[in-house]
Nanobody, 124 residues
Framework: QVQLVESGGGLVQAGGSLRLSCAASGRTFSSYAVGWFRQAPGKEREFVAVISWSGRTTIYADSVKGRFTISRDNAKTPVYLQMNSLTPEDTAVYYC?????????????????WGQGTQVTVSS
């Protein structure tokens, strides 16, 4: 089992930045791809970004490309999501998730382990 814990959420003004962290306890996610997803009130959970276990491959949703950066120093350290130029449309609960499969995938259903989420609120 892998337990994931997100941190770093909060309230920020439009144009500001936040960095989210996703840490693993129990079994590490050293061989897993890790993704970030978000869910706004009344909306479905949506893909934000994913990074391969090696850190060499990343994919971003079009809505965050150029503003958000997903990273990991090595397969054992937290996975980070640096969020810049935030807008009110980025307001959501952000979740990290781990995928035991090969490659990097963007669909919610592929992910095996999920954190509890961290709230990000961007004021206008």
């Amino acid at each position: 089992q892998v337990q994931l814990v997100e941190s770093g959420g909060g309230l920020v003004q439009a144009g500001g930045s936040l960095r989210l962290s996703c840490a693993a306890s129990g079994r590490t996610f050293s061989s897993y791809a890790v993704g970030w997803f978000r869910q706004a009130p009344g909306k479905e959970r949506e893909f934000v970004a994913v990074i391969s276990w090696s850190g060499r491959t990343t994919i971003y949703a079009d809505s965050v490309k150029g503003r958000f950066t997903i990273s990991r120093d090595n397969a054992k350290t937290p996975v980070y999501l640096q969020m810049n130029s935030l807008t009110p449309e980025d307001t959501a609960v952000y979740y990290c998730a781990a995928d035991q499969g090969l490659g990097v995938r963007v669909g919610v259903s592929w992910y095996d382990y999920w954190g509890q989420g961290t709230q990000v609120t961007v004021s206008s």
